[in-house]
C-alpha cells in the first residue's frame, strides 16, 4: 500500500514557477515509477511526466517539454514536479501517481495509486 500527498500547488501569474512534491509513505518507494497528470475543467485527466524507480528514465507530454521537470529523492521518499515558464493552460488540479515496476506508462488505466491532487492555476 502507498498513500501519496500532493502539495505546493497555489496561484502564478503566466511566466512565473512551482515546485509541486508528492510525499509517499511505504517502505517500497523505490520499487514504484511515478508520474504527474493534471485535469483541467471539464476536460480528461491527462499524463504530465513520468520518472522511473531507478530515477535515470523520464518522460514527458509534449505540452511541458522543456518547461517542466520531473524528479525524485530516494532519502525522503518524495517526487517533485519543477514547473517553469507557465501558461494559462497549464492551469489545473495536479496529481502524483504510483506505479509498482519499472516501466513508465502515461496511461491514467495503469497507475496503481493516487493522490488527492493539488490546485495550479496561472493568471494571465
Known amino acids: 500500500q502507498v498513500q501519496l500527498v500532493e502539495s505546493g500547488g497555489g496561484l502564478v501569474q503566466a511566466g512565473g514557477s512551482l515546485r509541486l512534491s508528492c510525499a509517499a509513505s511505504?517502505?517500497?518507494?523505490?520499487?514504484?515509477?511515478m508520474g504527474w497528470f493534471r485535469q483541467a475543467p471539464g476536460k480528461e485527466r491527462e499524463f504530465v511526466a513520468a520518472?522511473?524507480?531507478?530515477?535515470?528514465?523520464?518522460r514527458y507530454a509534449d505540452s511541458v517539454k522543456g518547461r517542466f521537470t520531473i524528479s525524485r529523492d530516494a532519502a525522503k521518499n518524495t517526487v517533485y514536479l519543477q514547473m517553469n515558464s507557465l501558461k494559462p493552460e497549464d492551469t489545473a488540479v495536479y496529481y502524483c501517481?504510483?506505479?509498482?515496476?519499472?516501466?513508465?506508462?502515461?496511461?491514467?488505466?495503469?497507475?496503481?495509486?493516487w493522490g488527492k491532487g493539488t490546485l495550479v492555476t496561472v493568471s494571465s
Open positions: 511505504g517502505r517500497t518507494f523505490s520499487r514504484y515509477s
Open positions: 501517481a504510483a506505479r509498482f515496476g519499472y516501466s513508465i506508462i502515461e496511461e491514467v488505466n495503469g497507475m496503481d495509486y
Open positions: 520518472i522511473s524507480w531507478s530515477g535515470g528514465t523520464t
